[in-house]
Nanobody, 128 residues
Framework: QVQLVESGGGLVQAGGSLRLSCAASGRTFSSYNMGWFRQPPGKEREFVGVIRWSGSSTSYADSVKGRFTISGDNAKNTVYLQMNSLKPEDTAVYYC?????????????????????WGQGTQVTVSS
């Protein structure tokens, strides 16, 4: 089992940047592929991106490709979401999630049901 805690959210103007962190504790960090999701106000939760457990690969939703970057630091058991060129439509609660490699799912899964552990979320608000 792993516990996830996000931080780094806040209020930023359009065009600005934020970096979210997701600190993991518990089971070995490398046992999981780590995803980021977001839930805009009044909408369903949606996939943002994912990093493979080895850190060798990432995959992103089309809406954030080229603006957001996921990275990981296994020594710190932390995954980051660097968000640049933010837009008002990026306003959402952002969640990190862990998909256990033991289930042999695709590492690049975009499906909420294929992630086993979730953080509490952090609010990101982008003003126009």
């Amino acid at each position: 089992q792993v516990q996830l805690v996000e931080s780094g959210g806040g209020l930023v103007q359009a065009g600005g940047s934020l970096r979210l962190s997701c600190a993991a504790s518990g089971r070995t960090f490398s046992s999981y592929n780590m995803g980021w999701f977001r839930q805009p106000p009044g909408k369903e939760r949606e996939f943002v991106g994912v990093i493979r457990w080895s850190g060798s690969s990432t995959s992103y939703a089309d809406s954030v490709k080229g603006r957001f970057t996921i990275s990981g630091d296994n020594a710190k058991n932390t995954v980051y979401l660097q968000m640049n060129s933010l837009k008002p439509e990026d306003t959402a609660v952002y969640y990190c999630a862990a998909a256990d490699r033991a289930y042999n799912r695709r590492w690049y899964s975009t499906q909420i049901a294929e992630y086993d552990y979730w953080g509490q979320g952090t609010q990101v608000t982008v003003s126009s």
